[in-house]
């Protein structure tokens, strides 16, 4: 797990569960004094502890196992590359499970190649509510009347500011407004006691407002916490912002997360984005919604380096992965059919829009169904799926599938390249020579008037 916060509660939570079973559990973090971490070391190698728990603690090279099965992350995006791969180096052989609410772009999409498998939990526990999400100016008049509200119906508050160095400036703000309120801090540069403690006193009801850094972003569960701010909301990473406000609605108390925007800060592209996603997805188990936002934003990064977001298909990246997806079909015993790009130049090769459908994450699967079709009876299919789920065809829709019909035929026929120009197609076979036709007295839309050169049953 990524913090001892957490490492700390899954170690309580583990001793209740197991409590009735002969199985030893313990827990290594900074919250562990040197004496315990050396006993819990030498029992762990000698095969006497069944489950552990801990922090990047466990990645270091004094932990031997001495039959390491099963390997457990949890809170997978909070990880990098180089820790998650060094305890497989030293056990090969074991068995790995990923757990994420928004896992990180490389992973996403690794899963949706087919080279990771992947399940998702979509239903919601009993009686959880969607949370209230509000992106609000900074305004202190409105942060105080929403936290005497929540104290007020015996609830807790998080206020989330990502700044060690002016944290206590908040905390004196909301002191000074609210003075009967109990407020308290917590952030990872405080001694291992003082912020166990802190933690302990805000579980059992001690504290009615903590004020913290993204500590607390990692899989916390404190069911009396309905109400939550965030600071300069726009300085966050849409899965931390996620992730934040899961801290919140874990009962069936109605929450509210409000995100605060950077006073003057003019917010770019993509931060507008990550604006209007976390809005859109306030529902439970929208965080598979908001990962595919999180690709689409920030990019798939590199399988085979250490980056794990970024927009790698400009330098190749899409080449690698076609040969990615044969080797794992190879290693199926999936035969392959040697495929080439047909290089398409005309002026309306089709898109889906989103008043056809909607939902971002649809049209994503749609896109992806298309470009790993090897046949024109697959677009059929897809042709007839989008009918029955969307209704009649649109025309960028009907454009972008007569397009995918000619790259198929196209590959078929040899032909190389199509191109449009102002009056005529211009066709290149593999024997590279063109043939030109005239589009001068086409009634027909372009795709279908080169789908039926290539193609006279169409």
Not at 55 to 69: C, N, P
Not at 111 to 118: C, E, F
Not at 185 to 196: D, N, S, W
Not at 415 to 439: A, G, N, V
Request: proline share 4%; glycine share 6%; net charge positive.
């Amino acid at each position: 797990v990524p913090t001892t916060i957490l490492a700390e509660q899954h170690y309580k939570s583990f001793r209740e569960r197991m409590a009735d079973y002969p199985v030893r559990i313990e827990v290594l973090s900074r919250f562990s004094n040197p004496k315990e971490q050396k006993n819990i070391l030498t029992d762990l190698k000698n095969g006497l502890v069944d489950i552990i728990i801990g922090t990047h603690r466990l990645v270091q090279k004094d932990v031997i196992f001495k039959h390491l099965g099963l390997l457990v992350i949890d809170e997978e995006q909070r990880f990098g590359v180089v820790h998650k791969d060094f305890l497989l180096r030293k056990n090969p052989l074991i068995n790995i499970l990923n757990l994420s609410a928004t896992p990180i772009p490389r992973t996403l999409y690794l899963s949706l190649m087919g080279v990771r498998n992947m399940s998702a939990i979509m239903t919601p526990p009993q009686e959880r509510r969607p949370i209230e999400t509000t992106v609000i100016k900074e305004d202190w008049f409105l942060v105080k009347k929403a936290i005497e509200t929540e104290i007020a119906r015996n609830g807790q508050v998080f206020f989330v500011h990502n700044r060690i160095n002016t944290i206590n400036k908040i905390y004196n703000i909301l002191k000074s407004m609210m003075p009967n309120v109990r407020f308290s801090v917590a952030h990872g540069r405080l001694p291992e006691m003082e912020l166990k403690t802190i933690m302990s006193q805000f579980e059992s009801g001690q504290i009615d407002c903590l004020i913290a850094t993204n500590i607390i972003e990692s899989g916390l569960d404190m069911p009396n916490a309905n109400t939550l701010f965030v600071h300069n909301a726009d300085k966050f990473g849409l899965a931390e912002l996620y992730q934040l406000r899961g801290r919140i609605g874990r009962f069936n108390r109605k929450a509210y997360a409000y995100f605060i925007l950077t006073p003057g800060r003019h917010l770019d592209t993509n931060t507008k984005k990550r604006i209007n996603a976390i809005l859109e997805f306030s529902k439970p188990g929208g965080g598979y919604h908001v990962a595919l936002k999180d690709l689409e934003i920030r990019g798939a990064g590199n399988i085979l380096g250490t980056a794990q977001s970024g927009h790698i298909a400009a330098i190749g990246f899409d080449l690698y992965c076609k040969l990615l997806r044969d080797a794992v079909k190879v290693i199926k015993g999936i035969p392959i059919t040697p495929k080439y790009e047909v290089h398409l130049s005309i002026e309306s090769p089709g898109f889906l829009s989103g008043d056809y459908i909607p939902d971002f994450q649809d049209r994503f699967n749609y896109y992806k169904k298309l470009a790993s079709s090897e046949s024109v009876s697959e677009i059929d299919e897809i042709e007839n799926e989008l009918k029955d789920k969307f209704g009649r065809l649109k025309a960028g829709a009907f454009d972008l599938l007569q397009s995918f019909r000619i790259k198929c035929l196209s590959r078929n026929k040899g032909i190389l390249k199509i191109e449009q120009f102002k009056t005529t197609i211009q066709i290149t076979d593999k024997y590279r020579t063109p043939q030109l036709f005239d589009i001068k007295h086409s009634k027909e839309g372009i795709s279908s008037y080169v789908l039926r050169i290539i193609n006279e049953n169409y």
